[in-house]
C-alpha cells in the first residue's frame, strides 16, 4: 500500500518560513521524481517545485528564490523549506509520486 504523509503546515505571519515533510512509504522512493503541488482557495491546482530521482530541482517561478525543495533517499523524505512566505501561498500542499498523492496539509499566509 502506497502513502505519501505531509506535515510541517501551520499558520505563518507574512515573511516566515515553513518546512514541510513528506514520507512516503510503498515505492522505491529513490526511483521516483517527487514534486508538491499546491491548491488556493478558487484556483487550479499548481505545480510548486519537483526533484528528480537524480537529485535536479524545478520550480514555479512565483516560488523560485524563496522555496527549496530538497530529498533524504535514506528517509524516503522530500521537504519543502518555504521562506519570505506570502499571502497569495496559502493553500493545500500536497506531495506527489507518479501517480501517488498524499492527503495535503494546509499552509496559511496571514497576519
Known amino acids: 500500500q502506497v502513502q505519501l504523509v505531509e506535515s510541517g503546515g501551520g499558520l505563518v505571519q507574512p515573511g516566515g518560513s515553513l518546512n514541510l515533510s513528506c514520507v512516503a512509504s510503498?515505492?522505491?522512493?529513490?526511483?521516483?521524481?517527487m514534486d508538491w503541488h499546491r491548491q488556493a482557495p478558487g484556483k487550479k491546482r499548481e505545480l510548486v517545485a519537483l526533484?528528480?530521482?537524480?537529485?535536479?530541482?524545478s520550480y514555479n517561478g512565483d516560488v523560485k528564490g524563496r522555496f527549496t525543495i530538497s530529498r533524504d533517499n535514506a528517509k524516503n523524505t522530500v521537504y519543502l523549506e518555504m521562506n519570505n512566505l506570502k499571502p497569495e501561498d496559502t493553500g493545500t500542499y500536497y506531495c506527489?509520486?507518479?501517480?501517488?498523492w498524499g492527503q495535503g496539509i494546509q499552509v496559511t499566509v496571514s497576519s
Open positions: 510503498g515505492i522505491e522512493f529513490d526511483l521516483y521524481r
Open positions: 526533484i528528480m530521482h537524480t537529485g535536479e530541482t
Open positions: 506527489t509520486g507518479g501517480l501517488y
